[in-house]
């Protein structure tokens, strides 16, 4: 049975918790505890690093340390490493343009202005790996697209993210157990309920 790399972007560093660029690492520690996964810092392959099993699956679980722009040089050398197609990646990350508490799965696709997954695509040399994109837009009238991703998550949409991340966790599981697209009704119909701006 092939093993899945599952791939939360982010940035390391204190400065950037809790911030909507470190999604997908808040993802991979939502799974890291469910799963009981111990991460641990490999240097060489410039990342955190720890092994679960899911049904009949072994799968890893990633967050680069390289900053977002370079998650590629983490994957591409774990990819190879441990012969993972790239079917069996899941990359999981933010998107500004979705609102907060929605999701968008794909199989494939460009990387639709996301620096990270722009590298991953490059190292890769293809577009065909699923991501789970997590919505923390809208991106407010006259702010600095970079300024907002790297704010922290405002009060209210904190208190909302463990039912989220218990959500996005749970599509995850899906992924690896039932395949992306049957996956993608259950993860792209997900609505948080309404939350205070």
Known sequence: MTDWLIVGLGNPGQQYEKTRHNI??????????RWQVSLQN?????????????????????KPITFMNLSGEAVQPLMAYYNIP????????????????????RAKGSA?????????????????????????????????????????LPKSELEALPELMG?????????IRNGIEATVPFANGYRLPQIEK
């Open 86 to 105: 790239n079917e069996n990646l899941l990359v999981l990350s933010d998107d500004v343009n979705l609102d907060f508490g929605r999701a968008r799965l």
């Open 42 to 62: 490999r240097s060489k392959e410039k990342c955190l690093l720890g092994s679960a099993r899911v049904g009949e699956h072994k799968v890893w679980l990633c």
């Open 167 to 175: 959500v996005m966790a749970e599509a995850v599981e899906r992924c």
């Open 112 to 152: 639709g202005g996301q620096k990270g997954i722009q590298n991953i695509i490059q190292r890769l040399g293809s577009e065909e790996f699923a991501r789970l994109r997590i919505g923390v837009g809208p991106l407010l009238p006259g702010r600095n697209l970079s300024n907002f991703v790297l704010d922290r």
């Open 24 to 33: 997908g690492w808040l993802l991979i520690d939502e799974l890291s505890q």
